[in-house]
């Protein structure tokens, strides 16, 4: 097939960890005869100091017209880049709401996987980490207590501060359908998190989302409150095949879930629109503690890729060789620097590069 990837490198680490991910993705277009045509754009600080914004009208549009997107990470040191302190529209971080805005990408898709191999770096109890897991939430991400309403004002002399939580009905089921369709390619389990017990919103969340279910008879829906959910991540993690659940909820439960992991460097995401355009980007951010060095991990921006072959190409096939290349690495004991324990063979942003081309081979 023929696609039109948009490359985002960004700041920071993100040019060496795109850099790698492109090679994979030369690869797989050799391997199955398919032909990617790449167009780089500038976001985020390497844009203000080039275009004096974080993205350019053109840079957008470009995004637009291709088929997906992978960004590397936007960002410079928090409190003291030169990037810091200016106006908010002006940061680079504004970049990367703008695309979200423009494309209205509402479904944000984070997996949460413990590798076996990588069971030890997971800071929950051996039992725990012994028997894995396996998850992906979805967040919707242009919805909510973010994007609603808010103001302060002075109420009787006392400073006081609104935020607003609104939800319609279309945006729970639109975002709902998104986790089921994942689940039906999974364990078939969605568990849906809200906070019923106290707020409209979530109660209006809950029956969108029965009636969404009922269009998936294979798929079962266990409803749960979020701060329940919050220690069950904790305890028993291995329950969760598709966690659905709204802006703010999924903003800190995508957090907890990729700490338990213990490994930040090795998490992907993707953020769908009802088109197939999406943006795929690691987990982590844009590291300027170790940019320019070569030791970065890529394995999560690799798995964006991987990621955008599945959901915005088709390409499940080209997904799972690239899944099992990441498995293969890490059985044979390669390991960049945030990963490596005593024994393992530690490599450089570059060599993780090549080793995943080696075993796609
Ligand atoms: P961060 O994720 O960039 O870094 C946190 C820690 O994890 C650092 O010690 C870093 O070295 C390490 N780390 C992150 N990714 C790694 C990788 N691939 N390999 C090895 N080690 C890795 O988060 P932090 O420090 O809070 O933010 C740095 C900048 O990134 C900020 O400007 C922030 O706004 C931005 N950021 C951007 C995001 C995005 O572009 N979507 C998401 C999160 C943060
Ligand atoms: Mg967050």
Redesign the pocket.
């Known amino acids: 097939m023929k696609a039109k990837i948009t490359l985002i490198p960004?700041d920071?680490?993100g040019p060496e960890?795109v850099r790698e991910a492109k090679r994979v993705l030369e690869s797989i277009a050799k391997k199955y005869d398919h032909e990617f045509i790449f167009t780089d754009i500038d976001m985020?600080g390497c844009s203000i100091d080039k275009y004096g914004v974080p993205l350019t009208d053109e840079a957008i549009e470009i995004a637009k017209n291709s088929d997906a997107i992978l960004?590397g990470?936007?960002?410079?040191?928090?409190g003291n880049?030169k990037w810091y302190n200016v106006a908010p529209n002006l940061r680079?971080?504004a970049g990367?709401l703008k695309i979200r805005k423009e494309l209205g990408l509402f479904a944000n898709l984070r997996p949460a996987l413990l590798y076996k191999e990588l069971a030890g770096a997971c800071p929950l109890k051996t039992e725990i980490s012994e028997a894995g897991f396996d998850m992906v939430i979805v967040r919707e991400l242009t919805g909510g207590l973010y994007f609603g309403e808010r103001y302060t004002k002075e109420v009787d002399g006392i400073k006081t501060a609104v935020d607003t939580l609104v939800y319609n009905e279309n945006e729970i089921r639109r975002v709902a359908k998104v986790a089921f369709d994942i689940a039906t390619k999974r364990r078939k389990k969605v568990i849906s998190v809200d906070k019923a017990n106290v707020l409209d919103s979530s109660r209006l969340w809950r029956s969108v989302v029965e009636e969404v279910a009922k269009d998936y008879p294979d798929v079962t829906l266990e409803h749960m409150l979020v701060d329940n959910a919050a220690m069950q991540l904790v305890m028993n993690p291995g329950q969760f095949d598709v966690m659905l659940t709204e802006n703010m909820f999924g903003d800190i439960l995508s957090d907890e879930a990729s700490m338990i992991t213990g490994s930040?460097?090795m998490l992907p995401s993707a953020s769908l629109n009802e088109s197939k355009l999406g943006l795929y980007?690691?987990?982590?951010?844009?590291?300027?503690?170790?940019a320019g060095k070569n030791?970065?991990?890529?394995l999560?921006?690799i798995l964006s890729a991987s990621m955008l072959l599945k959901y915005s190409l088709g390409l499940d096939k080209e997904t799972s060789d690239i899944e099992n290349a990441v498995e293969k690495v890490l059985k044979n004991n390669f390991r960049?620097?945030?990963i490596y324990t005593q024994g393992m063979q530690k490599l450089s942003t570059s060599q993780m590069g090549d080793k995943v081309l080696e075993y796609l081979k």
Do not use: C, K, R, W
């Not at 980007?281 to 170790?290: K, L, M, T, V």
């Open positions: 960004g920071g680490i960890i985020g960004l990470a936007v960002g410079g040191n928090v880049s680079p971080e990367l930040i460097g980007e690691p987990s982590h951010g844009s590291a300027p503690d170790i030791i970065a991990n890529p999560a921006t960049t620097a945030d």
